[in-house]
């Protein structure tokens, strides 16, 4: 099936968020998922992990969308709120607070008070995969999901952040199946795309992803990503 072939269905942002909880469409990802959650890592043995798909987290009506990979195994599979309890999450947040969008510098757990102004952080793929690598097919049984996102969030978004090439792909996939007129451009941190479409302006910026194989690294530094979210921020008026 192509892409575009598979269009949204649902049309309230609960409802979505069930449904994507309740999906097990990709027989390696249910199975990857629910085995991390029973045999855990050994620092967390004591939690119980959430072990299923992980919708969006952020305001039904965002100005500012960040789209990610895949939740990660010890991450977002184990705290059950995309971005929370691991190291990518501790670099986004904390980026996301400096510039004025996260209540919060950390995102630990489910219920620790973090809200985000005006702005929805989704993933492209919603279940854990081994080694953070989902194959093709699995990012396009994905693929409804995401449209349905885009699909609710973009009356009100002007801005969109890709966090890696795999997301920045989608973003293009996801936006040409919705009707924008859009052309891709070549992944790079920094990279921008502004089109207007239906007598509104659109930003799309990219930023590597978080990861750890990134900032340990130091091909992301915490003023990279903060410029990028920054940026997104402000021509959405998220920031002003
Ligand atoms: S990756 Fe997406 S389509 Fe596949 S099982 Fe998880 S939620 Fe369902």
Redesign the pocket.
Known sequence: MEWHDQLPKVKTLPLLDQE?IA????PR??QWREEVAVVKRKSYQDEIYWGK?VPGFGPANPKLLIVGLAPGAHGANRTGRIFTGDSSGDWLYGALHKVGIAKIPTSNTIDDGQKLKETRIICV???APPGNK?SIE?RD??AP?LQSDFELSLPTTSAIVGLGSFAWDAVFKTLKALGHPVKKVKFAHGATVNYSHLGREYLLIASYHPSQQNTFTGKLTRPMLESVLEKGGRFASVIR
């Open positions: 994507i999906c097990r469409k990709c990802l249910v798909p793929v919603r279940c989902p699995e049984a994905c999901f």
